[in-house]
T-cell receptor, first 113, second 115 residues
Framework: DAGVIQSPRHEVTEMGQEVTLRCKPI?????LFWYRQTMMRGLELLIY????????DSGMPEDRFSAKMPNASFSTLKIQPSEPRDSAVYFC???????????FGQGTRLTVV | KQEVTQIPAALSVPEGENLVLNCSFT??????LQWFRQDPGKGLTSLLL?????REQTSGRLNASLDKSSGRSTLYIAASQPGDSATYLC??????????????FGKGTKLSVIP
């Protein structure tokens, strides 16, 4: 397996635009996690899915953020409209169980200008 | 709310030294603790996972210990090499209610191994 695959690797967008980040988890993993990493706050869990169902979205900062997992091999994190304070590195991770080893993608570096 | 603290925030050592990174967490009701490595501009790589019932895990030059009752873990790196330079993050998995699990990260220790 190629690991967790995220796209794009880098995204620069203007304030107010819609941004969509994509993730392909490792095949067979039932859990998928979206994280945001900033210098100030470190790594924060935004939302996670179990068998494509959102379980905990309490970390989603605002209604501008939404996430979907239409099937076991694909998830999106959407920000609409984007703001400069959304600039961060967004990571997707997957695991076989909630309490098992988590595997991370390479991240998407988002810059909102 | 679970909080994970890593001290020091940065550490610089000469090549060949043995070193210890520290991690503490506030709620001892955890399922496991993981140590990750992050290289600049890269994702996280899992190094070791210790289940709550275990005391330590070893992989090569790395040894991680867990003292759940005191809320502490250490990552021991033997005979450090310049290639070990990276940020090391500690994370704990705990049940957060209503069928939900939470993986909470520390902010990491940035390690520099000087040749």
């Amino acid at each position: 397996d190629a690991g967790v695959i995220q796209s794009p690797r880098h995204e620069v967008t203007e304030m107010g635009q819609e941004v969509t980040l994509r993730c392909k988890p490792i095949s067979g993993h039932d859990y998928l996690f979206w994280y945001r990493q900033t210098m100030m706050r470190g790594l924060e869990l935004l939302i996670y899915f179990n068998n494509n169902v959102p379980i905990d979205d309490s970390g989603m900062p605002e209604d501008r953020f939404s996430a979907k997992m239409p099937n076991a091999s694909f998830s999106t994190l959407k920000i609409q409209p984007s703001e400069p304070r959304d600039s961060a590195v967004y990571f997707c991770a997957s695991s076989f169980r909630a309490s098992s080893e988590a595997f991370f993608g390479q991240g998407t570096r988002l810059t909102v200008v | 709310k679970q909080e994970v603290t890593q001290i020091p925030a940065a550490l610089s050592v000469p090549e060949g030294e043995n070193l210890v990174l520290n991690c503490s967490f506030t709620d001892s009701a955890i399922y496991n603790l993981q140590w990750f490595r992050q290289d600049p501009g890269k994702g996280l790589t899992s190094l070791l996972l210790i289940q709550s019932s275990q005391r330590e895990q070893t992989s090569g030059r790395l040894n991680a210990s867990l003292d759940k009752s005191s809320g502490r873990s250490t990552l021991y790196i033997a005979a450090s090499q310049p290639g070990d330079s990276a940020t090391y993050l500690c994370a704990v998995t705990a049940y957060s209610g209503a069928g939900s699990y939470q993986l909470t990260f520390g902010k990491g220790t940035k390690l520099s191994v000087i040749p």
